[in-house]
């Protein structure tokens, strides 16, 4: 692997490999953090480049070190799932093949909990010093293998995963990632006549940037020669597409996408991406019919670029608000039903269901069909419920799963937090204030905490105490604002304290959320002082009604 600066990511890399690898050769391109230390004390064997603007000299440097009969090629912000270990072991014992695909997952955050798109790269091969890569930015070294030993030779082996966490936006925004990329491209495009791959690399980092109308620019320019059998192009189709659709230009995406479907008509991701412009064009018994067909088809093939879950729980979750729009809201609870069954770990199903059926069919038959169809059988699951139904200021609700939390033996800020929440909403303030007082400062709850301790004071009267709390324990913060606002409307002051009048900056949905919790104290008294600022904000009254008539108070 070829590094720089890569200290937060390499030890979770080389720990990945330790079972696998003989020998690890690390190149470092001029690190300034630990990352040499880190490889070393990880035993790493390393070398030095210096930097040319060049990742495929680079590789080849890397190379040229190498004693093995395979060569396994990892990043140090990738990371080789483990149980995926004794298949790729038997990959390297086959005779007839030279190189193989094997299956990168890009993940949307550093954690791997939230998986983007699999595509496949070449990243083992035979230790051959013929086979080197070519290419300043996304390097290949698939037509020297070629070359020397035939397309045949490299295989396909997507069941070999590697986790990529490059394009996680904290490592994106953290490196400057685009702008490398950009200026390696452009030194590229300066160096030798461009090719429809060089096109579609830039239009990839532009479409990255969010600068839709120059990708598209360079993507029409890639189609201009391409091949359509060549690996990158289904996903320039697919960045394409979301081009358009992104730029409003629905029916020019529809109509690329049913083309592009002749070519590739076993592409799933292809149809879901159609569905989705349908919806954005309201045309929705013709979206529905794409998620149902993405449904059918199942996942896409290995050999094209795919979103994981386009054949279940995108589908579903596309399903369900397609049917909510349609105000079929029966059918949209069972599509986020299955999108729930399909992805036991997301809860945002969950929160769909609860938001729709509270909506139009009251606490009670929420509850009954909670309790029917799903099994919460974890502390996190429970805990997770609770919080959702404090969102609709159910107490009650969220005290019932609050305690089959706790009888899973779970405890901890997260639990206290929402415990007192719930006791505070439902009016048992001296058992709100115990587990309230609980939370930690240093926790990530502390703030939401400090929130609810102020409302818990107001509601008891003691304005001193809370105006305390807010100035002194409380870190400057958008919630700061806000609750100084709500302190002075409280004391009556003519201008509620800190209240930024015609600037946006101030958080009115924060505001109106503390509003709607004293409606559900049923606390009149707060609610008719806090609602002083509706003169500096003309939308806080119909947003005010709302809330009321949420909470069943009409009148």
């Given at each position: 692997?070829?590094?720089?600066?890569?200290?937060?990511?390499?030890?979770?890399?080389?720990?990945?490999?330790?079972?696998?690898?003989?020998?690890?050769?690390?190149?470092?391109?001029?690190?300034?953090?630990?990352?040499?230390?880190?490889?070393?004390?990880?035993?790493?064997?390393?070398?030095?480049?210096?930097?040319?603007?060049?990742?495929?000299?680079?590789?080849?440097?890397?190379?040229?070190f190498a004693r093995g009969q395979w060569i396994l090629v990892m990043d140090a912000d990738d990371e080789l799932v483990q149980?995926?270990?004794?298949?790729?072991?038997?990959l390297m014992s086959t005779e007839t093949a030279e190189a193989y695909f094997l299956q990168t997952i890009n993940s949307n955050d550093l954690h791997g909990c939230h998986r983007g798109t699999c595509h496949l790269t070449l990243r083992l091969f035979r230790n051959r010093p013929e086979y080197r890569y070519i290419g300043r930015i996304h390097e290949s070294i698939i037509p020297s293998i070629v070359e020397h030993a035939g397309q045949k030779a490299i295989k396909v082996a997507p069941e070999v995963r590697i986790i990529h966490y490059g394009y996680a936006k904290q490592e994106v925004e953290q490196k400057n990632k685009i702008w490398r990329n950009l200026s390696l491209l452009n030194k590229e495009l300066e160096s030798r006549p461009p090719d429809s791959f060089l096109y579609y690399n830039l239009g990839v980092e532009y479409f990255r940037l969010g600068d839709y109308a120059k990708a598209l620019e360079y993507f029409d320019q890639a189609e201009a020669d391409i091949r359509w059998e060549a690996a990158f192009a289904p996903s320039l189709v697919r960045k394409k597409a979301d081009c358009l659709a992104f730029m409003d230009r629905n029916r020019e995406a529809i109509q690329y996408l049913e083309k592009a479907l002749d070519l590739y008509p076993d592409y799933t991701d292809l149809v879901y991406r159609l569905g989705l412009v349908y919806m954005g064009n309201h045309d929705l018994l013709r979206a529905v019919q794409c998620f149902h067909k993405c449904l059918n088809m199942g996942e896409s093939p290995p050999h094209y670029p795919h979103e994981e879950g386009i054949n279940s729980y995108l589908a579903y979750q596309a399903l369900g608000n397609a049917y909510e729009m349609m105000l079929e809201r029966d059918r949209a609870v069972s599509a986020f039903r299955c999108q729930l069954i399909s992805k036991p770990t997301d809860l945002q199903p969950v929160a769909n269901i609860i938001r729709l059926l509270l909506a139009e069919k009251g606490l009670d038959a929420t509850l009954s069909y909670l309790d029917t169809w799903f099994d919460f059988s974890t502390p996190a699951a429970n805990l997770g419920v609770s919080d959702l139904f404090l969102l609709h200021y159910c107490p009650t609700a969220a005290l019932k799963f609050l305690d089959r939390a706790v009888n899973l033996g779970t405890t901890g800020d997260y639990c206290h937090a929402l415990k007192g929440e719930a006791l505070l909403l439902a009016g048992r303030y001296k058992e709100a204030l115990a587990e309230l007082e609980a939370?930690?400062?240093?926790?990530?709850?502390?703030?939401?905490?400090?929130?609810?301790?102020?409302?818990?004071?107001?509601?008891?009267?003691?304005?001193?105490?809370?105006?305390?709390?807010?100035?002194?324990?409380?870190?400057?913060?958008?919630?700061?604002d806000v609750y100084l606002a709500a302190q002075g409307a409280l004391e009556g002051s003519s201008l509620p304290l800190s209240l930024p009048v015609g600037e946006s900056t101030f958080n009115l949905s924060l505001y109106l959320n503390l509003l709607e919790?004293?409606?559900?104290?049923?606390?009149?008294?707060?609610?008719?002082?806090?609602?002083?600022?509706a003169e500096n904000f003309p939308e806080l009254s119909p947003a005010l009604g709302k809330a009321l008539y949420r909470q069943g108070c009409p009148n």
């Open positions: 692997m070829i590094v720089k600066n890569e200290a937060n990511n390499l030890p979770r890399c080389l720990e990945s490999i330790a079972e696998i690898a003989q020998q690890i050769v690390v190149v470092d391109t001029g690190s300034t953090d630990d990352t040499v230390d880190i490889a070393g004390r990880h035993g790493a064997e390393i070398f030095y480049f210096s930097w040319n603007d060049s990742f495929s000299d680079a590789r080849n440097h890397s190379l040229a149980e995926d270990i004794p298949k790729l072991k038997e939370v930690a400062p240093e926790s990530p709850y502390y703030s939401r905490t400090l929130r609810n301790r102020c409302l818990l004071l107001w509601a008891s009267g003691c304005y001193d105490e809370a105006r305390s709390l807010i100035e002194h324990l409380w870190s400057p913060e958008p919630a700061r919790k004293c409606i559900c104290l049923r606390n009149w008294d707060l609610v008719k002082k806090l609602s002083s600022v």
